[in-house]
């Protein structure tokens, strides 16, 4: 069956769309992920103009975080003032998100910045966890968590101003790292329509110290906050968010979740973990393909709105 | 005083005289001009449409539409569909140290965003190249003007490019449709528009030649735009896009909260 997208000005199969959302909800029910990563380069590669995609991404985006959220919520495992401050940062990274992508677009750089961006972060993201889970799985035993690096007690991060009291967290930090933080997380979001949490989850037990119970919740409000933020902003600057295209891969995505969940009770950490790996790093492998291997057509057209420079 | 009267008298009736020669020069200029360019008789060109819109629905998977007509002199007879112009971008990738990137780009101006043409004929030896010109009768006669400076070479190229891209989308003709002629005056031309069809306010011209001369004209519009439910959704998107995306969200975090206790109860 076919739809047509109002704001994408186009027609796609449903069937292919709601698959997608339901393999991806799937993940993310699996492994925790919001699966951006995945959505945004497959509906470019159908043809979704890329802003349109980055902008719907970002609506779907809303629905993933916030149901993940819940959980954490319920069992009170939030930073709310942390969230906060990041929030703060992620606001002006969304701003400087949607300006900059107006920018690539116009410079027609849109399509090379994509991908590379994709291509250093999963590639990047991939082969530590594959490292990492690789390891632990031939050493057939947990990895000594008493060896964790402790970035958040070198010097430079202990001398930045504006410290703050994080009474949940029971950190005392320069609220400029997680406002810096946060702001990445913006632009992620508006930028690569990725929510960018298994970048962000490190960095807030490394760099600022949390404890680990509370990242993945604090991670998650503050996903849910930037989306809702960043598809506020692109629906109303750029009306680049197709409701229709939203609401296909959320439905599918609510519904793969659920199979996820129930799949993950089966799977160990660690073997979910090289999954994860393998798809991360098969993606990159594939855009990078796309960027060296010589295109068939080397033209591509824009057609220009009117008014539009 | 009456100096200055007779000056006016004078100066009035000078000017009368000099509007009643241009008058009567540009009627006679205009009726010998009319009589070498437009048909004697009106008329003898009819055309009317199945359908003067092309509503794109939820479940839109292209159209089709007829164009019938009516020609009173026996001749050959063109039919151009052409979408509303627009500025175009067509850019180049180039091999930068390994990677593939845009580098190059030519902006185009007027380039209609669709196009599609019946014909009578085989081909389009019905006319001169610089009537088929003016009047847009053939792909290969398009003028595809662009801004800035390029050599020619490369602007052939990228011309070349905006047509196969555009042919590649649908949106131009690989070949000329044909005309079907029921009797020597009564002729219908099928037209399809692909599902990604274009929306805007398309002109249908029909063109009636003899020995390659233009003996009438006629032009229609066709509407192309989303109707129903993609309507709707369209114009809420534009019109009150605040609370649009208050929607989206909305309906995002109904749909995530709901997943989660739906994932708690089992």
């Known amino acids: 069956m076919d739809i047509y997208l109002p704001i994408a000005e186009m027609t796609v199969s449903v069937e292919t769309i709601f698959l997608l959302g339901t393999f991806v909800g799937f993940l993310s029910g699996v492994f925790g992920v919001g699966g951006g990563f995945l959505t945004t380069p497959f509906l470019i590669f159908m043809g979704v103009p890329p802003a349109i995609a980055v902008g719907t991404q970002a609506n779907q985006l809303v629905a993933s975080s916030a149901s993940g959220f819940m959980g954490y919520w319920k069992k009170g495992n939030v930073d709310v003032k942390m969230a906060g401050i990041m929030l703060i940062g992620s606001f002006l990274g969304t701003l400087f998100g949607v300006l900059l992508f107006r920018l690539l677009q116009h410079l027609g750089q849109i399509d090379l910045v994509i991908p590379v961006l994709y291509v250093l972060i999963l590639g990047s993201m991939g082969s530590l966890m594959l490292y990492e889970s690789l390891g632990s799985l031939l050493r057939k035993k947990k990895p000594q968590t008493a060896e964790k690096p402790k970035l958040y007690r070198h010097p430079f991060f202990q001398m930045l101003p504006y410290k703050m009291r994080f009474e949940r967290s029971r950190i005392y930090v320069s609220a400029l790292l997680p406002g810096a933080m946060g702001f990445l997380g913006g632009l992620f979001v508006s930028v690569l329509g990725i929510g960018g949490g298994f970048l962000m989850v490190p960095a807030m037990i490394y760099i600022l110290g949390m404890p680990t119970i509370l990242v993945a919740g604090t991670s998650l409000f503050q996903i849910m906050l930037s989306s809702i933020f960043t598809t506020v902003l692109q629906a109303v600057t750029n009306h680049t968010v197709d409701m229709v295209l939203a609401a296909l891969l959320i439905s599918g995505g609510v519904i793969g979740a659920q199979f996820g969940v129930r799949a993950s009770r089966h799977i160990k950490g660690v073997h979910a973990r090289v999954i994860l790996a393998s798809i991360l790093l098969i993606i990159a492998f594939k855009l990078t393909g796309d960027l060296l291997i010589p295109p068939r057509e080397l033209y591509t057209l824009e057609i220009k709105v009117e008014g539009q420079v | ?266």
Not at chain 2, 20 to 26: G, N, R
Not at chain 2, 222 to 234: D, E, M, Y
């Open chain 2, 1 to 266: 005083m009456v100096r200055l009267y007779r000056r006016y008298k004078v100066l009035s009736c000078l000017v009368f005289a000099v509007l009643c020669v241009v008058t009567v020069l540009s009627l006679t200029v205009s009726r010998s001009a009319s009589a070498q360019l437009t048909a004697p008789a009106p008329d003898l060109l009819t055309i009317d449409m199945s359908s003067n819109q092309v509503g794109i629905t939820t479940g839109f998977s292209g159209a089709s539409f007829s164009v019938f007509g009516m020609n009173q002199i026996e001749g050959d007879v063109a039919i151009i569909v052409e979408g509303p112009p627009r500025s175009l971008v067509v850019r180049r990738k180039d091999n930068v140290a390994g990677l593939w990137m845009n580098r190059q780009s030519v902006r185009f101006i007027n380039i209609p965003i669709y196009y599609d043409l019946a014909l009578s004929t085989p081909s389009l030896s019905m006319a001169q190249r610089p009537m088929l010109e003016k009047y847009h009768i053939g792909l290969d006669v398009l003028k595809l003007e662009y801004r800035g400076k390029h050599d020619k070479q490369s602007i052939n190229s990228f011309r070349e490019a905006l047509v196969r891209n555009k042919q590649l989308q649908g949106v131009f003709s690989l070949e000329p449709r044909k005309i079907e002629f029921l009797n020597k005056h009564f002729f219908r031309a099928d037209f399809s528009v692909p599902p990604n069809v274009p929306t805007g306010n398309y002109r249908v011209r029909a063109f009636l030649f003899e020995n390659g001369v233009l003996l009438d004209q006629q032009e229609k519009q066709l509407k192309v735009a989303q109707v129903g439910f993609s309507a709707t959704i369209l114009g809420f998107a534009y019109n009150q896009s605040f609370l649009y995306a208050i929607s989206c969200i909305l309906m995002a975090l109904i749909a995530g909260l709901g997943a989660y206790f739906i994932m708690r109860r089992g």
